[in-house]
């Protein structure tokens, strides 16, 4: 055995890793000892390993993955059966953590939403909302439709969509910036049982001389008419589920369950309107049988 082996107790305080986290590195591939003895089986670390041993710890202590972990670590380490040119190896473990920097990013922005929300709930109670009972027309829209990969990206999904309407209908003769008519009303729908993957759909409202022309880049459809609970939202987007809650709670209590997909009809212009004072009203259409025994109570109004 080399005079400058280290034992992995030695090695350990060193490092300033435990024995467990350097036997968890080794069989994990990340840092395997310089020499095993056969006979005790005992495993010995060379100093210049320190090196790397310290960066793993350091980190694991950002909470980067072990997988990245080894992508770092092991970016200067090409065997000569497989060379890369210079650099290569680097820019490949920039690429890792900069990913792992986005996904930080994006947890960090979910909790501050998280703890907005609950503020709003600590000072006013849980959620609750007027809810009335509407006839809606159907529309004729142009809209597109993308999925969110998780709850936690419906807000930056919508918000693409919503950009991206906008953006086509600057070369359609309808209202909004620079076409010379009215506001254009956009709606967004959402599944109301919201799975891993959520779809999402953005659309905006045209008016009927168009006939079949469409924005560029967009699809018509209809959206149905019908008889809707709807509650007023008042305050920021991403504060839009507490208000949603109340109506799926006024719908539950009633014994209805939703016949289709939230409807969110953006009222304010978010250019213009700070957060706080945006209008948004939520929008559920009722089952059919409901309808008849609101319009025959007349407690129904018009949208």
């Not at 009303?185 to 168009?210: C, K, N, S, W």
Request: proline content about 9%.
């Amino acid at each position: 055995m080399n005079d400058d082996l280290l034992s992995i107790g030695q090695f350990a305080r060193l490092s300033r890793l435990s024995v467990k986290q350097l036997r968890n590195y080794a069989d994990l591939g990340l840092l395997e000892p310089a020499w095993i003895d056969p006979d005790s089986g005992y495993r010995y670390y060379r100093a210049g390993q320190a090196r790397a041993a310290l960066s793993i710890g350091l980190l694991r202590s950002l909470d980067v993955p072990l997988a990245v972990v080894a992508t770092v670590i092991g970016s200067g380490a090409a065997g000569p059966e497989e060379p890369e040119e210079p650099g290569v190896g680097d820019r490949r473990a920039a690429t890792a953590l900069a990913r792992v920097r986005d996904d930080l990013e994006s947890e960090l922005a979910r909790r501050r939403r998280t703890l907005r929300t609950l503020e709003r709930i600590l000072e006013g109670g849980l959620p609750a909302a007027e809810v009335s009972v509407v006839r809606e027309p159907p529309h004729r829209v142009a809209l597109l439709r993308d999925v969110a990969a998780s709850p936690e990206h419906v807000g930056a999904v919508t918000s693409a969509g919503v950009g991206r309407l906008l953006a086509a209908l600057r070369s359609f003769p309808l209202g909004g910036p620079g076409s010379g008519g009215g506001p254009v009303r956009l709606i967004g729908l959402f599944p109301v049982d919201i799975d891993d993957a959520v779809p999402i759909t953005v659309a905006a409202v045209l008016p009927e001389r168009h006939g079949d022309d469409r924005p560029p880049g967009t699809r018509l459809d209809i959206l149905p008419g019908g008889t809707f609970a709807r509650a007023v939202h008042v305050g920021p987007y991403d504060q839009i589920p507490l208000t949603a809650h109340a109506l799926l709670a006024w719908c539950a209590e009633r014994g209805h369950r939703p016949a289709g997909p939230l409807r969110e009809v953006y009222v304010s212009d978010p250019s213009t309107v700070p957060p706080e004072g945006l209008v948004t009203h939520l929008m559920i259409p009722l089952e059919e049988m409901y309808c008849l025994e609101v319009r025959g109570s007349g407690r129904v109004s018009d949208g």
